[in-house]
């Protein structure tokens, strides 16, 4: 089966936008993990890492950011469903020598549709803050690689990124 093959759930026979009843599915246990990166100054990130940002401590505004976005998923993106999100992690792993911030996010819940976008909103809302945060000292901030790297639970089953 090819791409074009696939019949998208959003669209009905007429061409319409519509909102995928996942009514009849069955509730499980559905997780999802998201990673992007922040490429910066090497000055702006040994900034971050001693707190000397003048808008505060740039990874728990951006953790919190992730979080807030990740539970209003349904409010951003058009035909998401409401879930009732049980955890939502977000973490950063600075590497100083590449001058980056690899963000992560892991989202859970139990119920009829998957939390992938969930994932992806924490991480790209987090990074959206760090940028944000630090765009005062540093235009060239960028923004990159935001995708899913895990999803498991309901019908389709397990998906992991090849590293």
């Known amino acids: 089966m090819t791409n074009s093959d696939v019949q998208l759930s959003h ?17 499980s246990t559905r997780e999802a993990r998201a ?8 000055g702006t990130l040994e900034r971050i890492e001693e707190h000397a940002i003048a808008k505060g401590n740039v990874y728990e505004a951006a953790r919190l950011a992730g979080i807030m976005a990740a539970k209003r998923t349904w409010e951003l993106i058009p035909l998401c469903h409401p879930l ?29 549709t998957g939390v992938e976008m969930e994932a992806m909103v924490a991480v790209t809302h987090a990074a959206l803050t760090i940028y944000d945060m630090c765009k005062a000292i540093d235009r ?3 923004i990159s690689e935001a995708r899913l790297t895990f999803k498991s639970g309901g019908r389709s089953g397990t998906y992991q990124r090849d590293p």
């Open 84 to 112: 009732r999100l049980s955890a939502i992690e977000v973490d950063f792993v600075p590497d100083l020598d590449n001058r980056q911030i690899h963000i992560r996010s892991l989202v859970k819940t139990t119920d009829r």
């Open 11 to 27: 669209i009905d026979s007429k061409g319409r936008l519509q909102m995928v009843d996942v009514s009849e599915k069955q509730v």
């Open 35 to 42: 990673e992007a990166w922040v490429k910066l100054s090497k």
């Open 140 to 142: 060239d901030i960028t």
